[in-house]
């Protein structure tokens, strides 16, 4: 189960590294202008019925297929959008994956920034092919491999593979002159939906009992970005929703990529680290007893800043000292904070909008008792001087 589009056994890794730097700062403002060299197609698909509209889609993409003989795949993790895999040959070699917007999720998504972000991690080596795009959605390349549980994020040989790749990403523009995180902009918003679109529900005892008041959000709000902004942690190109099954372990070639890139954005490297550490426990059924110990925290981020370091700063001999690495470890898990509050609200917004079969309601009451629960014990730690 993933808040993207979600892969189970079956997933995508990235393809050849790109030379070009797709990212152009003049994008310009106003609507969507699509993703220079990606096809725009005017294809609308059902979300309800799926398979007319991903086989016009394959006549525009595949053209030599015979599309009597197109079989399709429904990937039923997805908790935001429907993913269905089109392929004609049983190893599914040339599938390609058509990924259809959830209802209302432009709420919370800016597809256009979405798509620049995407050809922004391909040209880096760190996603896959995208294809087109269509009236509510993409289609892009599909790769096997193995989409990461609870149990294998926890496996050192593979968990220093996600550092290491969660470095990659973090490096790429690392020493430009980067935006501001969208962190704060984000929270804000969700935050402005929920009082906007759920505040009639919200006073219902019997439903929303373990949902905090409205008020007490904007304060714990406030209390973050005042306590968290000073930190210190920088702002790189993050992923922002690293959960397991956004991870994608290619056995053969011995290296991770991620997919699901509807919340990249530039913020800070402290909240992507700990927002993957909450993904620990899971999703579907949340056993936060998984949350990675200090000790399994302190390898993940050695092997993290080692790998980082080297990127940014192009020496392979440089050396992570114990000062920066408990550095790393109290900003992580103060941000952690964060990650709990943002899906928190996420969920309250999906349970007005979604037709996701998944309890939002439930997911969001868990990530608020999460962080009440984990709020004093990490404001007690100190980032040594």
Same mark, same amino acid.
């Given at each position: 189960m993933c808040r993207g589009s979600g892969l189970s056994e079956l997933g995508m890794a990235g393809a050849s590294d790109g030379s070009r730097d797709c990212w152009e700062t003049e994008r310009g403002g106003g609507g969507s202008r699509g993703v220079?060299?990606?096809?725009?197609?005017?294809?609308?698909?059902?979300?309800?019925?799926?398979?007319?509209?991903?086989?016009?889609?394959?006549?525009e993409l595949r053209p030599s297929w015979e599309l009597a003989r197109v079989k399709t795949k429904l990937f039923t993790d997805g908790i935001t959008n429907k993913l269905v895999a089109c392929y004609t040959d049983e190893d599914m070699a040339d599938a390609v994956l058509v990924r259809i917007y959830g209802r209302k999720t432009?709420?919370?998504?800016?597809? #256009?920034?979405?798509?620049? =972000?995407?050809?922004?991690?391909? @040209? /880096?080596g760190c996603a896959p092919d995208l294809y087109c795009t269509f009236q509510n959605g993409f289609c892009y390349e599909f790769l096997p491999?193995?989409?990461?549980?609870p149990?294998?994020?926890?496996?050192?040989? *593979?968990?220093?593979?996600?550092?290491? #790749?969660? @470095?990659?990403? /973090?490096?790429i523009h690392a020493n430009g002159s980067l935006p501001k995180p969208i962190l704060w902009q984000k929270l804000h918003e969700y935050l402005t939906l929920v009082k906007m679109d759920l505040s009639p529900k919200v006073p219902n005892s019997s439903l929303h009992q373990d949902v905090p008041s409205l008020e007490m959000l904007e304060n714990e709000l406030a209390w973050m970005k005042d306590t968290l902004s000073q930190l210190g942690s920088p702002v790189v190109l993050c992923h922002n929703d690293l959960l397991c099954k956004n991870i994608?372990? =290619?056995? @053969?070639?011995?290296?991770?990529?991620?997919?699901?890139?509807?919340?990249?954005g530039y913020n800070y490297q402290a909240f992507d680290i700990g927002n993957h550490f909450n993904e620990f426990a899971g999703v579907k059924e949340m056993d936060y007893s998984l949350y990675p110990s200090k000790e399994t925290?302190?390898?993940?981020? /050695?092997?993290y800043l080692q790998a980082y370091k080297q990127l940014t700063q192009g020496d392979p001999g440089v050396s992570v000292s114990e000062?920066?690495? #408990?550095?790393?470890?109290?900003?992580? =898990?103060?941000?952690?904070?964060?990650?709990?509050?943002?899906?928190?609200?996420?969920?309250? *917004?999906?349970? +007005?909008?979604?037709? *996701?079969?998944? =309890?939002? %309601?439930?997911? @969001?009451? %868990?990530?608020?008792?999460?962080?009440?629960?984990? +709020?004093?014990?990490?404001t007690a730690l100190q980032i040594p001087k």
């Open positions: 220079p060299g990606v096809p725009q197609l005017g294809v609308l698909v059902d979300e309800g019925d799926v398979l007319p509209g991903a086989l016009r889609l394959m006549r432009e709420l919370f998504v800016d597809r #256009e920034t979405e798509l620049w =972000n995407f050809q922004v991690l391909r @040209a /880096h491999g193995i989409a990461l549980g149990d294998h994020v926890r496996d050192p040989c *593979i968990y220093r593979l996600v550092a290491q #790749e969660m @470095a990659r990403v /973090h490096a994608i372990y =290619n056995r @053969a070639q011995e290296h991770v990529r991620f997919i699901d890139y509807e919340y990249t925290q302190l390898q993940w981020l /050695h092997s000062k920066e690495l #408990e550095a790393l470890y109290v900003q992580v =898990n103060k941000f952690s904070l964060a990650s709990h509050f943002l899906w928190a609200c996420w969920g309250l *917004i999906q349970d +007005k909008y979604s037709t *996701i079969d998944f =309890n939002f %309601l439930r997911y @969001a009451k %868990l990530r608020f008792r999460q962080y009440y629960k984990m +709020k004093p014990l990490v």
